[in-house]
């Protein structure tokens, strides 16, 4: 078995890095190297500003080499907490922008001639428990009447034709949602950059942030760089490399591990017994899984786990463990099938689970995807390009207000009771 990744081992890495050390004037400086930091990299370098992007560590280190796959619309919420949170036309409007930001990376795609295996697959949120059908099919109704015409609700009968187990009792069906090749469209991302312009560092941390006359000096151990403006890109990998330059989203974000454990390549009648309808696929359980197939057939099969704030080999590989287990439960007849890949990483929560984006610190900033980044990364790194550039009318998510978390410095020593208090709702759900 390989700790690593399946999509980055996957995937032809990125090749274009910049050599020398860090150094000059550009008008933006990126930090960080995923989608969010990437997309705004290559929208300013596109409309001809001089910009240079700063990874710590290599491209799609963070969540966006190491997510589950899926490029799902709707919310990390229901929409009906959305629409009480926010009320009826802010929760349409954010709604609106999942579906619009996996539009923008099937024309990102098309645009950079990036091959990533991206398919309009579908999402099924599954109802784990009889008890959970009734709010599942009223969320449903809601989204349906409201927002998303392109919903189904799917009987426990109709469930045969997509998902060889017995384990769930319904079905909501999301007909816009995707899933793709997260290495390819990641190290694709970044070659684009490149090719417009864009100067690309890898191994270089930003370590201290000072004001510089009008603008800042960014410090890496590469070397320094001076920057009119910077993008904060650094999601849930924010205290990684250095406490002071990202302070302020230490504070705001609480950094989760999640894991995920890939098969070989299944057999065409394990599929078919397995995941005949081939879409994306969420339990409704709070401490729930995800799961797809990939391009090659394997069982990309994810989840929380344990609530760990760690990802290294020995806190993935205890997760593995568990994650196998239910795999099982949901699919008994892969109990012995062979796991070729376990991986985990961080994932951005905010308090609310709503992302941010908007300017802090002389910072601008877009992270807090709360688990469900992979689509609106693409559009949020946009719309930072934009904000840049003097626009700040493409931010589906202005002027949300984002205070720091109380007795929050970057280590989220509560979530062990967090944890218990999510199995505790789902044991008595
Ligand atoms: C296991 C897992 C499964 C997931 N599954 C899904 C899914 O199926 N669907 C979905 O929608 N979302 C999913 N997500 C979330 C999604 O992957 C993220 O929301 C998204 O990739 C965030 O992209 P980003 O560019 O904002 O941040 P990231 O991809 O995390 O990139 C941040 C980068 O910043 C760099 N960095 C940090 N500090 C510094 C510094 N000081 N200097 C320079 N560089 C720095 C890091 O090295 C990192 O590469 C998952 C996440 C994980 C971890």
Redesign the pocket.
Known sequence: MKYKSYWLDSATPFADAQPGPVTGKVDVAV???????LNAARKLAREGVSVAL????YI?????G???????NGMAHGYGEAKAHFGAERAQALYKAYDRSIDMIEDVIAEEHIACDFRRSGKLKLASKPSHVAGLRAGFELVHKEVDRDTRWLEKDALAKEIGSDSFHGAMLYGKSAMMHMGRYVNGLATATHRHGALVWEG????DRRRNGSGWALATPKGTIQADRVIA??????G???KK??AYFRRRIISVG???IATRPLSETEIANTMPGNRTCVTSMNIGN?FRLSPDNRLIF?GRARFSAVSDQQSDARSGQVLRGAMTEIFPHLADVQIDYCW?????MTKDRFPRAGEAGGMFY??G?S?????M?TLIGQALADMAMGRSDTNPLAGLDWPAIPLHGGKPWFLPLVGLWFGLKDRLS
Not at 31 to 37: A, K, L, Q, R, Y
Not at 54 to 57: M, R, V
Not at 344 to 348: A, R
């Open positions: 930090i960080g190297g995923g989608f969010t930091g700063l990874e710590g560590a799609g280190a963070g969540g966006s190491r997510n589950g796959g899926h490029l799902n270089a941390p930003v370590t890109a650094t999601g849930a990998y924010s990684t490399f250095a330059p990202l999640s894991f995920i995800y994810g985990g990483g961080l994932v951005g877009g992270m995807y688990g469900h980044g992979a689509q990364s």
